[in-house]
């Protein structure tokens, strides 16, 4: 008889960290087919979280609630805001990956690219891998972003947006907050990728341990660094913030690169990602112990 699965909190953690160190999708695809990735950090948030609504206002209307994206993909099985769970995941880059585009001065080392094409493919399995154990369960589950309307959209404030943001969930799940640069800074710092399943089940959602979207950032915390801006081979971060149009135009330029470097059809930028403090681990000191310590703040204010 198949044993029944574990669907804690601490189930699914084991779920995903089991799919990562067994699933044979977890590659580079390169000569040693390195695996892509070799650590998780998991968190939850509830459907009925009043940051899905701030993020309508602050990302755009087109940003979905879990409640809408689970209502349009699981109509059969209906579902109050407050019976939904979304689980969030962070793939942090490994120590060999990021070392390679340290060394990056324009466009993406292999390793990077190699991790942005394969090892997102593996994120999407991972996404497949979270919502069909949780169906068998009996917990109804989408992954937002395989969905076939999933889309991105012209945003006045962003330049462009998606109708789901996996970092924006990760936020919202305890799992980050936004840099200059708006990488997500993790507990496991900002060189990595996320994913997220919306599913129909009750699990207790992580504590936020900020009180500000940005805390974790050296320059919202005390006006230092700004790494980040030097980093960048497009110009494409200032004191202002992140020029996403910018990006965007060397994100296109880096394809033909790494077709004619590598051999691959890839792409990949990220050098804003690693060699700046917020690279694999939370820079702002006092965040960082707060978070070791277990140490709660106030409640956040709505973002701003
Ligand atoms: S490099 Fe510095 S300024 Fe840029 S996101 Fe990281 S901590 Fe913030
Ligand atoms: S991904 Fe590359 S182009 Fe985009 S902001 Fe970061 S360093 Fe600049």
């Given at each position: 008889m198949r044993k029944r699965a574990d669907l804690s909190a601490d189930g699914i953690r084991e779920l995903i960290r089991r799919f990562i160190a067994a699933s044979p999708q977890n590659t580079m695809k390169n000569e040693n087919e390195d695996p892509a990735w070799d650590d998780a950090l998991v968190g939850f948030a509830s459907g009925a979280d009043p940051i899905w609504q701030q993020y309508k206002e602050y990302v755009g209307p087109f940003h979905w609630t879990p409640w809408e994206v689970f209502s349009q993909h699981c109509p059969e099985t209906p579902a109050k805001a407050e019976e939904l769970t979304v689980i969030s995941w962070v793939l942090p880059q490994r120590e060999t990956v990021r070392r390679a585009n340290r060394r990056a001065k324009k466009y993406p080392a292999e390793e990077w690219a190699r991790i942005r094409v394969y090892g997102e493919e593996f994120n999407a399995a991972l996404r497949r891998h979270v919502a069909d154990r949780l169906r068998q369960a009996g917990h109804a589950a989408i992954a937002p972003m395989l969905v076939p309307n999933w889309t991105v959209v012209k945003s006045a404030r962003f330049s462009y947006a998606s109708s789901w943001s996996e970092r924006h969930a990760a936020h919202a799940a305890g799992l980050g907050t936004f840099g200059l640069c708006d990488g997500l800074i993790t507990a496991k710092g900002k060189a990595m990728r996320v994913g997220s399943v919306v599913a129909r089940i009750?699990?207790?959602?992580?504590?936020?341990?900020?009180?500000?979207?940005?805390?974790?950032?050296?320059y919202f915390a005390d006006g230092t660094c700004g790494k980040c801006i030097d980093r960048c081979p497009a110009h494409a971060i200032t004191k202002s913030g992140h020029d996403k149009?910018?990006?965007?135009?060397?994100?296109?330029?880096?394809?033909?690169?790494?077709?004619?470097?590598?051999r691959f059809e890839g792409y990949g930028c990220g050098l804003c990602q690693v060699g700046v403090p917020c690279e694999a681990g939370i820079p702002v000191k006092a965040a960082r112990e707060a978070l070791e310590q277990g140490k709660l703040p106030p409640p956040p204010p709505p973002l701003a």
């Open positions: 009750s699990i207790k959602p992580t504590l936020r341990p900020y009180s500000d979207h940005r805390a974790y950032c050296l149009e910018k990006c965007r135009r060397h994100l296109v330029r880096s394809r033909e690169y790494v077709k004619k470097t590598y």
